[in-house]
């Protein structure tokens, strides 16, 4: 089963946290361009805002015209701070989950086993809500197509599980637009042949796809109409990395502390580097302070380190080191190895 991550109005809500004076107004995040004081199209805006029709890609000048003045805040996006909070919300999805990727600044798609991807979703939402506040939409599918539009019809703060049965009749019954990877023009072909739902695509020869769409996309919306969603993480790379994160109990700067949740970890993505046989160069330590940033202090080792050699002494430099140069108490802890090795036969040394 698939889980795609999407979380709601991202910029505008992230600003509605950081302000708390604009809570109930309207928020338009705005990208000025600097021509003119108002020069610029709109990144994004709240549901209130949406109400009165302004949406992503607008000009500025004509959101103006549609918000009531008293009511609505301007605010120019701040691009840096959402990458840190994506970054976070980051490392707690990869806490929950081991096949992940991340598809946007605000976006992720995640693999999990059958019986278990609906929990995972669940503790993803509710994690993210209570580490950073912030509300999200996730769908859970067969197909990651499904689990895509599963999180879009659930919006916001939505959370929609769908089996096969379920996932068909949604996705065939949608309205062509509605598909991720449909966009206005191959719609607007698609209504020119007769198709207005997906399962209208069906009537369409399979000759015509291609001949209108080329090769490729004409094949995927055959199968589309059709009902064979697509499968796989699609981006999904061969792991480079392997990390744990964890929640200390209190935000601390009590080395001890820090190092009894580092080595429980430790052990943790040990087992996975055991399990793969991997053997790893490069270890790194993950640091959340309160204010939500996230650091990486990381040491390189001249040749290969198996899973259990011992690196407390490493570990702890690490930690000592961050210690020294950061005066915020952290909040979360990770661990994270790299730059792997495959230990291909000598697997008997351990
Ligand atoms: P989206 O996920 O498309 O939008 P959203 O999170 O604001 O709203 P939704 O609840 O519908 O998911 O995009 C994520 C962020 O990317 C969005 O907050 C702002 C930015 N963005 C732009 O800057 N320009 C754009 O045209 C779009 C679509 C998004
Ligand atoms: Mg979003």
Same mark, same amino acid.
């Given at each position: 089963m698939y889980i795609h991550i999407d979380m709601d109005y991202f910029f505008a809500q992230i600003e509605e946290k950081r302000h708390p004076?604009? %809570?109930g107004k309207i928020i338009v995040v705005c990208v000025y361009s600097g021509r003119t004081q108002d020069s610029g199209v709109v990144s994004t805006v709240n549901y209130l805002g949406r109400r009165f029709g302004i949406h992503s890609g607008m000009p500025i000048m004509q959101a103006k015209k549609l918000a009531p003045p008293a009511d609505t805040v301007f605010l120019p996006v701040d691009k840096e701070y959402y990458a840190q909070i994506s970054g976070y919300i980051d490392t707690v999805i990869r806490s929950h989950c081991? %096949? @992940? @990727? *991340?598809?946007? !600044?605000d976006e992720w798609n995640c693999a999990d086993e059958d019986d278990k991807a609906a929990e995972t979703g669940e503790r993803i939402k509710e994690s993210i809500k209570k580490e950073t506040g912030l509300v999200c939409s996730i769908g859970v599918s067969p197909s990651l197509l499904g689990a895509k539009m599963a999180a879009s019809k659930s919006k916001p703060d939505g959370f929609l599980v769908l089996d096969k049965s379920q996932e068909h009749e949604m996705i065939s019954g949608s309205d062509i637009e509605k598909v991720p990877g449909i966009g206005g023009k191959t719609a607007e072909a698609l209504r020119a042949l007769g198709?207005?739902? @997906?399962?209208? !695509?069906?009537? !369409?020869s399979p000759v015509v796809l291609v001949e209108t769409f080329g090769r490729k996309s004409g094949a995927w919306l055959n199968g589309l109409g059709k009902g064979e969603y697509d499968g796989g993480l699609?981006?999904?790379?061969? *792991? @480079?990395e392997v990390s744990r994160i964890g929640t200390l109990k209190e935000k601390t700067r009590d080395p001890y502390m820090i190092m009894g949740k580092l080595d429980e970890l430790e052990s943790e993505a040990k087992e996975w580097l055991m399990g793969m046989k991997k053997s790893y160069k490069t270890v790194g330590i993950i640091f959340v302070t309160e204010n939500l940033k996230t650091h990486t202090k990381s040491f390189s080792f001249r040749n290969p380190k198996g899973w259990n050699e011992d690196i407390s002494k490493e570990k702890k430099a690490l930690v000592d080191e961050f210690l020294a140069e950061n005066p915020l108490e952290i909040r979360r802890v990770g661990i994270r190895f790299g730059n792997f090795m495959d230990l291909g036969g000598q697997t008997t040394l351990f």
């Amino acid at each position: 089963m698939y889980i795609h991550i999407d979380m709601d109005y991202f910029f505008a809500q992230i600003e509605e946290k950081r302000h708390p004076m604009a %809570k109930g107004k309207i928020i338009v995040v705005c990208v000025y361009s600097g021509r003119t004081q108002d020069s610029g199209v709109v990144s994004t805006v709240n549901y209130l805002g949406r109400r009165f029709g302004i949406h992503s890609g607008m000009p500025i000048m004509q959101a103006k015209k549609l918000a009531p003045p008293a009511d609505t805040v301007f605010l120019p996006v701040d691009k840096e701070y959402y990458a840190q909070i994506s970054g976070y919300i980051d490392t707690v999805i990869r806490s929950h989950c081991k %096949k @992940v @990727v *991340q598809a946007s !600044i605000d976006e992720w798609n995640c693999a999990d086993e059958d019986d278990k991807a609906a929990e995972t979703g669940e503790r993803i939402k509710e994690s993210i809500k209570k580490e950073t506040g912030l509300v999200c939409s996730i769908g859970v599918s067969p197909s990651l197509l499904g689990a895509k539009m599963a999180a879009s019809k659930s919006k916001p703060d939505g959370f929609l599980v769908l089996d096969k049965s379920q996932e068909h009749e949604m996705i065939s019954g949608s309205d062509i637009e509605k598909v991720p990877g449909i966009g206005g023009k191959t719609a607007e072909a698609l209504r020119a042949l007769g198709a207005n739902l @997906v399962k209208h !695509i069906a009537k !369409i020869s399979p000759v015509v796809l291609v001949e209108t769409f080329g090769r490729k996309s004409g094949a995927w919306l055959n199968g589309l109409g059709k009902g064979e969603y697509d499968g796989g993480l699609g981006e999904e790379k061969e *792991q @480079v990395e392997v990390s744990r994160i964890g929640t200390l109990k209190e935000k601390t700067r009590d080395p001890y502390m820090i190092m009894g949740k580092l080595d429980e970890l430790e052990s943790e993505a040990k087992e996975w580097l055991m399990g793969m046989k991997k053997s790893y160069k490069t270890v790194g330590i993950i640091f959340v302070t309160e204010n939500l940033k996230t650091h990486t202090k990381s040491f390189s080792f001249r040749n290969p380190k198996g899973w259990n050699e011992d690196i407390s002494k490493e570990k702890k430099a690490l930690v000592d080191e961050f210690l020294a140069e950061n005066p915020l108490e952290i909040r979360r802890v990770g661990i994270r190895f790299g730059n792997f090795m495959d230990l291909g036969g000598q697997t008997t040394l351990f």
